[in-house]
């Protein structure tokens, strides 16, 4: 007698389930999946003790007629294809016909339904995929699936579930995911008569990520819309400083199904390569239309797992649109700050917090006007300074009205009094500093283009002159810097090469009408811009310089090294010189000139340009390090990680004291990258503290 069995048909779907029914978030899954093939723009999901001992998933789509009830707890039962050739154009997000049949058989499930051509429902309980009772009852449009006790009849499975908690934790994940591809859907959780998530439903996805991820990460989105031959793009993905540390915030859709794809990931990874911290990821939600003819969905019974026929234009389509996303917005950081208990400017003090208090402003008028006498003798004495300040500080006398310096100062908020710092005590001399240094500053905000120096020697204007005075660089304390003497002669500049000019000038953008203030702690250059307060990290920023420069020199094949007075031996392994020998031609457009020097060395003659120099032998060891582990065959790939580290040790240190041409130089240069936001390890490169942010540190504005 033979051994082999056909198995009956209860034993078949126990088995399927093993692949369908994984935990609790597959049956909601699978239900939710059906409620959208149904048309339902309502879908509520409740789950009780992590979804163990009941869910309930309960839609207003179009329901399942009288005839289908039954049939639809049979496997490989289903209304959406109804031969193979509709497998190679898959438009719903089901299609197998294994779901309700794997489910019925490790559960109770009981089913509630009604069409609108019906005035009656219909109510079917299933019992481990045995039909129990049905009959007619009263309902809503659409369809109700009440499922309990899960894997009551195979307790192998039952033990492996986790605890409630984790298990509802899933459910929430794959119904975010899912609210997430269809925004048009109002989709509302509730665990444990709590509710956990409700989208409204409006097609507004910016409005579906502030309801699953809170405000600050919808804030720091960048929105995109691309489309090519291939596929149609839209969605968000985060800007840096929301990346995280795990991918769990990537959520990829093709045609409305969320799936996994290392294709995608990878074309991620690559578009934020230079953005972000190694070991971080970054924040998306892509929906991705494309032709389901070039799609193969129907790899796992998870339907998670897809295949595409033309994968390199698909990581091109995603690398590009993510990548135009991130070069297309300025990505500098705020600066945010939150009161903790012992910050330092946090101020205790409640009279302070009254809500009539208003910041005075200090009346100068007075100390003019009651004395008269020693302002006029500074007058004469002065009479040889510049007429001009000497006017305007008239005229701005003449203005002022008489006060008592000793009562409570008025409110004002004139233009006349904003910009004057005399305090008591102060004479005409100081006031005509005063007036000479905000002259100056003006003239440094209205300029074009505050880095227009180096602009303007490339295209051989000598028309400029330096507008800098010892008493406004002793009083401001900041760098005034070399502008040109009129505004015509920065577009003169720009004439030798108009394609060029425009393109500097929308790079140069960020720091346009600036003022540079000076450094802190060695490391740190502060920068004005209107209302903003810009603080530079010039190791990061010259790390991006140094790294767009190199990788533009490593593209076109240009030497950027220089020769070693005295070469540097190195002793390394045989097989390690035989793979750097492999790699020879990499090494050599990389700066790195070298032979065999024999007994296991090699002879380095020329290195990449690099501040220290005494650190030849280990860049080149930790480069030789880095391509080994790259693990790849592509030159492009291997020689991105090299330069890094290049970058890295030429950029300039931190605590290194810079002087004003060398400020200058790097705010030049940094303007001129393609991304002088973040540095080629996705550091920040610049942090914004705003007027406000700075006012409420000190309380002045509530």
Same mark, same amino acid.
């Given at each position: 007698?033979?051994?082999?069995?056909?198995?009956?048909?209860?034993?078949?779907?126990?088995?399927?389930?093993?692949?369908?029914?994984?935990?609790?978030?597959?049956?909601?899954?699978?239900?939710?999946?059906?409620?959208?093939?149904?048309?339902?723009?309502?879908?509520?999901?409740?789950?009780?003790?992590?979804?163990?001992?009941?869910?309930?998933?309960?839609?207003?789509?179009?329901?399942?007629?009288?005839?289908?009830?039954?049939?639809?707890?049979?496997?490989?039962?289903?209304?959406?294809?109804?031969?193979?050739?509709?497998?190679?154009?898959?438009?719903?997000?089901?299609?197998?016909?294994?779901?309700?049949?794997?489910?019925?058989?490790?559960?109770?499930?009981?089913?509630?339904?009604?069409?609108?051509?019906?005035?009656?429902?219909?109510?079917?309980?299933?019992?481990?995929?045995?039909?129990?009772?049905?009959?007619?009852?009263?309902?809503?449009?659409?369809?109700?699936?009440?499922?309990?006790?899960?894997?009551?009849?195979?307790?192998?499975?039952?033990?492996?579930?986790?605890?409630?908690?984790?298990?509802?934790?899933?459910?929430?994940?794959?119904?975010?995911?899912?609210?997430?591809?269809?925004?048009?859907?109002?989709?509302?959780?509730?665990?444990?008569?709590?509710?956990?998530?409700?989208?409204?439903?409006?097609?507004?996805?910016?409005?579906?990520?502030?309801?699953?991820?809170?405000? /600050?990460?919808?804030?720091?989105?960048?929105?995109?819309?691309?489309?090519?031959?291939?596929?149609?793009?839209?969605?968000?993905?985060?800007?840096?400083?929301?990346?995280?540390?795990?991918?769990?915030?990537?959520?990829?859709?093709?045609?409305?199904?969320?799936?996994?794809?290392?294709?995608?990931? %990878?074309?991620?990874?690559? %578009?934020?390569?230079?953005?972000?911290?190694?070991?971080?990821?970054?924040?998306?939600?892509?929906?991705?239309?494309?032709?389901?003819?070039?799609?193969?969905?129907?790899?796992?019974?998870?339907?998670?797992?897809?295949?595409?026929?033309?994968?390199?234009?698909?990581?091109?389509?995603?690398?590009?649109?993510?990548?135009?996303?991130?070069?297309?917005?300025?990505?500098?950081?705020?600066?945010?700050?939150?009161?903790?208990?012992?910050?330092?400017?946090?101020?205790?003090?409640?009279?302070?917090?009254?809500?009539?208090?208003?910041?005075?402003?200090? /009346?100068?008028?007075?100390?003019?006007?009651?004395?008269?006498?020693?302002?006029?003798?500074?007058?004469?004495?002065?009479?040889?300074?510049?007429?001009?300040?000497?006017?305007?500080?008239?005229?701005?006398?003449?203005?002022?009205?008489?006060?008592?310096?000793?009562?409570?100062?008025?409110?004002?908020?004139?233009?006349?009094?904003?910009?004057?710092?005399?305090?008591?005590?102060?004479?005409?001399?100081?006031?005509?500093?005063?007036?000479?240094?905000?002259?100056?500053?003006?003239?440094?905000?209205?300029?074009?283009?505050?880095?227009?120096?180096?602009?303007?020697?490339?295209?051989?204007?000598?028309?400029?002159?330096?507008?800098?005075?010892?008493?406004?660089?002793?009083?401001?304390?900041?760098?005034?810097?070399?502008?040109?003497?009129?505004?015509?002669?920065?577009?003169?500049?720009?004439?030798?090469?108009?394609?060029?000019?425009?393109?500097?000038?929308?790079?140069?953008?960020?720091?346009?009408?600036?003022?540079?203030?000076?450094?802190?702690?060695?490391?740190?250059?502060?920068?004005?811009?209107?209302?903003?307060?810009?603080?530079?990290?010039?190791?990061?920023?010259?790390?991006?310089?140094?790294?767009?420069?190199?990788?533009?020199?490593?593209?076109?094949?240009?030497?950027?090294?220089?020769?070693?007075?005295?070469?540097?031996?190195?002793?390394?392994?045989?097989?390690?010189?035989?793979?750097?020998?492999?790699?020879?031609?990499?090494?050599?457009?990389?700066?790195?000139?070298?032979?065999?020097?024999?007994?296991?060395?090699?002879?380095?003659?020329?290195?990449?340009?690099?501040?220290?120099?005494?650190?030849?032998?280990?860049?080149?060891?930790?480069?030789?390090?880095?391509?080994?582990?790259?693990?790849?065959?592509?030159?492009?790939?291997?020689?991105?990680?090299?330069?890094?580290?290049?970058?890295?040790?030429? %950029?300039?240190? %931190?605590?290194?004291?810079?002087?004003?041409?060398?400020?200058?130089?790097?705010?030049?240069?940094?303007?001129?990258?393609?991304?002088?936001?973040?540095?080629?390890?996705?550091?920040?490169?610049?942090?914004?503290?705003?007027?406000?942010?700075? /006012?409420?540190?000190?309380?002045?504005?509530?």
């Amino acid at each position: 007698m033979g051994k082999i069995v056909l198995l009956d048909e209860n034993t078949s779907n126990k088995i399927a389930a093993g692949e369908v029914v994984e935990r609790p978030a597959s049956v909601i899954k699978e239900l939710v999946e059906n409620s959208i093939d149904a048309g339902a723009d309502n879908i509520v999901v409740e789950a009780k003790n992590g979804g163990i001992s009941l869910m309930r998933v309960t839609d207003n789509g179009s329901g399942i007629e009288d005839d289908d009830v039954e049939i639809a707890f049979e496997r490989h039962a289903t209304s959406k294809i109804r031969s193979s050739n509709d497998l190679e154009s898959i438009g719903t997000l089901g299609f197998r016909g294994e779901a309700l049949a794997s489910i019925a058989s490790v559960s109770v499930v009981e089913l509630t339904t009604r069409t609108r051509a019906n005035q009656y429902g219909i109510y079917v309980r299933v019992e481990g995929g045995t039909v129990k009772e049905i009959k007619q009852v009263g309902c809503p449009v659409g369809t109700s699936f009440t499922v309990s006790s899960l894997f009551y009849n195979t307790p192998a499975r039952y033990k492996f579930l986790k605890k409630d908690s984790t298990e509802f934790g899933y459910i929430s994940e794959i119904v975010n995911r899912i609210a997430l591809a269809k925004p048009g859907i109002s989709m509302k959780l509730i665990g444990n008569s709590s509710v956990v998530l409700h989208s409204p439903g409006n097609n507004d996805l910016l409005s579906v990520i502030f309801s699953i991820y809170g405000k /600050e990460v919808s804030r720091n989105l960048l929105p995109i819309d691309y489309e090519d031959s291939i596929l149609k793009i839209k969605g968000y993905v985060g800007k840096p400083e929301i990346s995280r540390s795990t991918r769990e915030y990537q959520s990829v859709f093709i045609n409305g199904r969320y799936i996994k794809s290392k294709l995608i990931s %990878a074309a991620i990874e690559e %578009a934020y390569k230079t953005f972000v911290m190694k070991n971080k990821h970054p924040f998306t939600v892509l929906n991705i239309n494309i032709n389901p003819m070039l799609v193969d969905v129907n790899v796992h019974p998870t339907k998670m797992e897809i295949r595409f026929s033309k994968e390199q234009e698909v990581f091109r389509s995603v690398y590009h649109a993510i990548n135009n996303a991130l070069l297309s917005t300025p990505l500098i950081r705020n600066a945010y700050f939150t009161e903790k208990s012992g910050n330092l400017f946090k101020i205790t003090d409640q009279e302070i917090k009254k809500p009539d208090f208003v910041q005075q402003n200090i /009346e100068t008028a007075s100390i003019l006007k009651n004395k008269n006498e020693l302002t006029d003798k500074n007058e004469l004495t002065n009479q040889n300074r510049d007429k001009g300040a000497a006017k305007a500080v008239k005229e701005e006398k003449s203005n002022y009205n008489y006060i008592d310096i000793n009562s409570t100062p008025p409110n004002i908020g004139t233009e006349e009094s904003k910009n004057i710092e005399v305090f008591q005590g102060s004479d005409l001399s100081t006031q005509n500093e005063i007036v000479k240094k905000e002259s100056l500053h003006n003239n440094n905000l209205n300029s074009n283009n505050l880095f227009s120096k180096k602009l303007c020697e490339q295209s051989g204007d000598n028309n400029k002159k330096e507008i800098e005075s010892p008493e406004s660089k002793q009083t401001n304390k900041e760098y005034n810097l070399i502008v040109s003497d009129k505004t015509d002669s920065i577009d003169k500049c720009k004439s030798d090469d108009k394609e060029d000019g425009r393109a500097k000038e929308e790079k140069l953008e960020v720091f346009k009408n600036a003022t540079i203030i000076g450094q802190v702690f060695s490391t740190y250059i502060l920068i004005q811009k209107d209302n903003n307060l810009l603080l530079i990290d010039q190791h990061a920023a010259h790390e991006r310089i140094m790294y767009e420069y190199y990788r533009e020199k490593f593209s076109k094949k240009e030497p950027f090294s220089q020769i070693l007075l005295t070469p540097e031996v190195v002793e390394i392994p045989y097989n390690e010189i035989k793979f750097i020998e492999g790699k020879k031609e990499i090494f050599n457009n990389l700066g790195f000139n070298f032979e065999n020097f024999g007994n296991n060395s090699i002879i380095i003659r020329s290195v990449p340009f690099i501040n220290d120099i005494n650190s030849v032998k280990e860049l080149f060891l930790e480069i030789v390090d880095k391509i080994k582990k790259s693990n790849v065959d592509n030159i492009d790939i291997m020689a991105d990680e090299a330069i890094y580290t290049i970058a890295c040790k030429a %950029a300039v240190k %931190a605590n290194k004291k810079l002087d004003e041409k060398e400020i200058i130089s790097v705010m030049d240069k940094l303007g001129e990258t393609r991304n002088p936001y973040t540095c080629p390890h996705g550091r920040p490169v610049i942090v914004k503290l705003t007027k406000h942010e700075l /006012e409420k540190m000190f309380k002045r504005v509530l």
